[in-house]
């Protein structure tokens, strides 16, 4: 029965009510929807594209980035794919970055350093890969045997 009218439902309704229902279960989660959000941080093109359409005036996304501090405690930080977003999440709590990130030549300064940090830390892990391949396996001896 329709809570409504007191009418017994049409297999219409029935229809339409699950297809609703299946549609609210396929949309993404507010978690979801703040995990990518984070993550397009990393995007340095983007942060200026928020720049020049004067996000960063609007005084209730500066407080939704504050919010979004939270992704940086480990339990939640965990699931970042791209962790260097944090890092952007950080800066844009200063003003000054905020400003700066919409001049090109700032952008693309930041985009550069961003890339060595990265083929650094690439070639520290090689170096590191290649040490623990190159080390000597001590001897091991059971039972007095040689």
């Given at each position: 029965?329709?809570?409504?009218?007191?009418?017994?439902?049409?297999?219409?309704?029935?229809?339409?009510?699950?297809?609703?229902?299946?549609?609210?279960?396929?949309?993404?989660?507010?978690?979801?929807?703040?995990?990518?959000?984070?993550?397009?941080?990393?995007?340095?093109?983007?942060?200026?594209?928020l720049a020049?359409?004067?996000?960063?005036?609007?005084?209730?996304?500066?407080?939704?980035?504050?919010?979004?501090?939270?992704?940086?405690?480990?339990?939640?930080?965990k699931f970042?794919?791209?962790?260097?977003?944090?890092?952007?999440?950080?800066?844009?709590?200063?003003?000054?970055?905020?400003?700066?990130?919409?001049?090109?030549?700032?952008?693309?300064?930041?985009?550069?350093?961003?890339?060595?940090?990265?083929?650094?830390?690439?070639?520290?892990?090689?170096?590191?890969?290649?040490?623990?391949?190159?080390?000597?396996?001590?001897?091991?001896?059971?039972?007095?045997?040689?």
């Amino acid at each position: 029965m329709s809570a409504q009218t007191d009418q017994p439902i049409t297999e219409q309704q029935k229809k339409e009510q699950e297809q609703y229902t299946n549609l609210i279960n396929s949309l993404p989660t507010r978690w979801e929807i703040e995990l990518e959000f984070v993550q397009s941080l990393s995007n340095i093109p983007y942060v200026n594209y928020l720049a020049q359409n004067n996000y960063f005036n609007d005084e209730n996304f500066i407080n939704y980035l504050n919010y979004l501090q939270y992704w940086t405690q480990p339990e939640y930080s965990k699931f970042l794919v791209y962790p260097n977003c944090l890092h952007i999440l950080k800066l844009l709590q200063d003003e000054n970055f905020r400003k700066n990130i919409i001049n090109q030549d700032f952008m693309n300064s930041l985009m550069n350093d961003m890339v060595k940090r990265w083929q650094s830390n690439a070639n520290d892990q090689d170096e590191n890969k290649e040490k623990e391949e190159n080390k000597e396996v001590p001897e091991v001896r059971i039972n007095g045997t040689n």
